[in-house]
């Protein structure tokens, strides 16, 4: 495991900071940015660095069931059992997901990682240097006698005036809640008590004057009498005011809200992003966006560029009225356009299935594990839409035959199924199995060459 590198220290000694106090995590999507903090020597959390995001999968919103491919939101604790220096993915770890909250909920989910390799299929991907720096700060604080640093996951940074743009979003109600406990962080800068009660998240909950039992919380069950510890009230409650107050007066403005990002697959950050080639495309409801080449996590090996979803009015389309749609004999070139259409587009219904089915599949663009789920019949590779169609073969084939051809052509090796908490396969150069390479092989650079 690489110690916290010179320029680390120098970092932490500038804003008088013990290299092994506790220390806070926060996670951005929208921004696709990380952040990590840091107790310095006034005992309050103050930022160290953040850290641009090279990949996060599933949409804005928290994390429901298995297989939606979201990246959890809300609190977590990370414990050193939590830790996982063998990961597949370089380093890891897991978020804790579900929580009590999600629990309460009936959410379903597992092995939701901060991880390296800069490849997400519902956690959220740094690259291999980042993420060796960011477990090494997080060891130090292990080693100074941190139990568990907390993990906050938001949508976007979580400003009166984000939420103003967001007020239409179905998640809004969940954000309004984890808005309490970034308002806390952001009035004290001290890490939130977090509990959960009537199925809701509860921050810096203190028993009422006169109690003489402590409070219990049941994540499902009804909240117990409590109140806000009244050493951070006020800080709390004037910012709680301020923001209120803020989004109230946003809203009153009409401003403006964040178009729909359904069709979209998670996001990079922009240092990342502006290394990749983009290119101008269509999302799935025939809007026009900007695209990377190769968006998102990627296989192993091979070089599938990424596809974009063209239009209907896109489709080149045979006029029923067009009198020469018969093709032309052999040997004799069509007279007229219609007649040319007629000779590229006719056929039987068998060869028009076959051809459609021998195109490739389309990579899904934030999954390195799992090959992409086939597009619907009516939409098709950009690369397809310009590609010259092929007249039928005049050697006959029986129907088996052009299945199994059909089958051969699109059929791809399966990569191996990877898991951040699997182990490492044995190696045969004399080093142990397991062990970390004092530089990482996995960054930015070397895992998206093939595609600049």
């Keep these: 495991m690489a110690p916290l590198s010179d320029k680390m220290l120098s970092a932490l000694k500038e804003k008088h900071m013990d290299k092994d106090s506790p220390i806070l995590v926060r996670l951005f999507k929208e921004e696709s940015e990380l952040e990590v903090w840091k107790k310095n020597e006034d005992g309050e959390y103050a930022l160290l660095k953040t850290y641009p995001i090279c990949r996060w999968s599933g949409d804005l919103g928290p994390k429901k069931k298995e297989g939606d491919r979201q990246a959890p939101e809300g609190f977590y604790a990370i414990t050193p ?46 690259t291999d240097e980042q993420i060796q720096e960011i ?60 509990a959960v009660c009537d199925k809701r998240y509860v921050f810096d909950a203190a028993p009422v004057d006169g109690a003489t039992k402590p409070l219990t919380f049941n994540a499902s069950g009804a909240c117990p009498a409590y109140q806000l510890d009244k050493n951070i009230a006020e800080a709390v409650l004037n910012r709680t005011r301020q923001e209120q107050y803020k989004m109230a007066q946003y809203t009153a403005e009409d401003v403006a809200t964040v178009p729909s990002r359904a069709g979209i697959d998670g996001g990079m950050n922009q240092a990342f992003l502006s290394k990749l080639n983009t290119q101008e495309g269509y999302d799935n409801k025939g809007r026009l966006v900007e695209v990377a080449t190769a968006p998102g996590s990627l296989p192993r090996s091979g070089g599938i560029p990424a596809t974009v979803v063209v239009p209907p009015q ?26 040319l259409i007629g000779a590229m587009f006719k056929g039987s219904e068998k060869t028009k299935t076959a051809s459609a089915e021998a195109e490739p599949v389309a990579l899904r663009g934030s999954s390195s594990d799992l090959a992409a789920k086939p597009k619907p019949a009516n939409s098709r590779p950009a690369s397809a839409a310009s590609a010259k169609p092929v007249a039928p073969k005049t050697t006959a084939k029986s129907e088996p035959e052009e299945k199994a051809s059909t089958k051969q052509a699109t059929t791809e090796p399966a990569s191996a199924g990877r898991s951040a908490y699997a182990a490492p396969q044995q190696q045969t150069n004399g080093t142990l199995t397991g062990a970390q390479p004092t530089v990482p092989a996995g960054n930015f650079d070397s895992r998206w060459s093939d595609f600049r």
């Design 314 to 339: 896109a489709q080149p389309v045979v006029m029923a009225s067009a009198p020469a749609d018969e093709p032309a004999p052999a040997g004799k070139k069509p007279s007229s356009i219609s007649g």
């Design 81 to 126: 059992g939590q830790m996982n220096p063998n990961s597949s993915y370089y380093l890891a770890f897991n978020t804790g997901f579900p929580n009590a909250y999600d629990r309460s909920w009936g959410y379903t989910g597992s092995e939701l990682m901060v991880h390296g390799d800069c490849s997400s299929r519902g956690c959220y991907a740094m």
């Design 135 to 194: 477990y090494a700060l997080a060891r130090e604080s292990f080693f100074g006698g941190q139990k568990a640093f907390q993990l906050e996951a938001f949508p976007f940074r979580m400003t009166a005036l984000n939420m103003a743009k967001h007020r239409n979003n179905p998640n809004f109600a969940f954000w309004k809640m984890i808005k309490e406990g970034y308002d806390h962080f952001e009035a004290t800068k001290q890490e939130p008590k977090v």
